[in-house]
């Protein structure tokens, strides 16, 4: 799937009670925006029930209540219905590490999984905005004057504002003379040191212009 237009993706983000599926952490909350040739096509948002209290200091971080999960679906429920959400799509997150790790684990307990690669925009723009103070997504959102609402740490927000940067990375590579790339190509860039930019840049331009 590697070969697929970039502009074509499932962006998603996760709210969590903790950092680590391996330490009994699981999910709060998911959200995620279908984007299809740089559109916004649709989108997925769910609380979800982990089965245990979570923390003052998840709640206060990300405004999530006890008392709101108290009447959420299970986790089970909600990531069985966003696995078809997602299936036949290649995926972009914020720190992709994180994200996969809790997708995967909660996948996992219901014997599921997915077709679709990952691509970590939190990487990719250490490569491509090398001049922003900070590559953490508020700090991006500010520093690319990216419209949002001031909302972060819930997962359908942080998904738009991810997608958004993700657009606006592919509109910056095509002011860069590289037009359409495919999702292969932005999880070889979150692969190459920034010294090395500017020779992939040069390569691929000369296999759009067949030199």
Known sequence: MSSSP????????FETTGL???MGDRAIEIGAVKLVNGEVIDTFQAL???GFRVSSFIEGYTGITNNMLRTAASCDDVMAEFCDFI???NLVAHN??????FLDAELERLNLGYSGQFACSMLIARRLIQD???HK???LVRFKHIDNDGVFHRALADAQMTAKLWLLMLEELEQQH??????GFMQTISKTSKQAMGGLFQKIRGNQTGR
């Open 48 to 50: 979800m029930n982990p």
């Open 6 to 13: 970039a502009n074509s993706v499932i962006v998603l983000d």
């Open 132 to 134: 922003a103070p900070s």
């Open 137 to 139: 997504l508020g700090e």
């Open 20 to 22: 680590s599926p391996n």
């Open 96 to 101: 992709a590490s994180f994200d996969k790790r």
């Open 178 to 183: 590289i037009a359409n790339p495919n999702f």
């Open 87 to 89: 299936e036949g799509s």
